[in-house]
């Protein structure tokens, strides 16, 4: 069964400390890889995607890896600010017969103190 | 949030009734989709819609009703056969099922 791991569930930093999410997966075949960041109470708002060839993506502060091998993704974020605290939800899809319906993990819950 | 709007922000409705999720896009996406959000789960596919006039069940479809009478237009209706209905509930469209999906804000659902 497809699955997708975050790491941790929740974070508390402070506002300008840098720090990184994890993300595992065993969906199989890979397609593609997205980071989403989901306000509270607010639809998920995608950050990167990244597909089998990509090891690195930024967007800003935020900067996505990708180790297809292991199977592993992370997204660090830099010099946090209080408008980062959200939830951070790791997308993974797969190709199966044309379709590329998403698995989607449970998200890691960031909050950043002034 | 992306030309994709739910209504009503907020619903509330008493046990056993069936009750209609509005969800509109404008953004010419063939594809759509309505997901379930429970606290600490991750989101669950209710119902996808690859193009208009056809829908698939997802992983959590029991209790659910879709219709895709227009390319814009996805509402999601939630019967009384639904054992736990209260939830946040979110409404994406894709150009196509390999796309990045744009998500509406959601509807909260409260059912008692």
Redesign the interface.
């Known amino acids: 069964k497809n699955q997708?791991e975050q790491s941790p569930q929740s974070l508390i930093i402070l506002e300008g400390k840098n720090c990184t999410l994890q993300c595992n997966y065993t969906v199989s075949p890979f397609?593609n890889l997205?980071w989403y960041k989901q306000d509270t109470?607010?639809?998920?708002?995608?950050l990167t995607?990244m597909t089998f060839s990509e090891n690195t993506k930024s967007n800003g502060r935020y900067t996505a890896t990708l180790d297809a091998d292991t199977k592993q993704s992370s997204l660090h974020i830099t010099a946090s600010q209080l408008s980062d605290s959200a939830s951070y939800?790791c997308v993974v899809?797969a190709?199966s017969g044309?379709?590329?319906?998403?698995?989607?993990?449970?998200?890691t819950s960031l909050i950043v103190h002034p | 949030d992306g030309g994709i709007t739910q209504s009503p922000k907020y619903l509330f409705r008493k046990e056993g009734q069936n009750v209609t999720l509005s969800c509109e896009q404008n953004l010419n996406h063939d594809a759509m989709y309505w997901y379930r959000q429970d606290p600490g789960q991750g989101l669950r596919l209710i119902y996808y819609s690859q193009i208009v006039n056809d829908f698939q069940k997802g992983d959590i479809a029991e209790g659910y009703s879709v219709s895709r009478e227009k390319k814009e237009s996805f509402p999601l209706t939630v019967t009384s056969a639904q054992k736990n209905p209260t939830a946040f509930y979110l409404c994406a469209s894709s150009i196509d099922l390999s796309s990045e999906q744009y998500f509406g804000p959601g509807t909260r659902l409260t059912v008692t």
Do not use: A, D
């Open positions: 997708v397609s997205r109470g607010r639809g998920p708002v995608s995607i939800i899809s190709t044309g379709s590329y319906i998403p698995t989607f993990g449970r998200g």
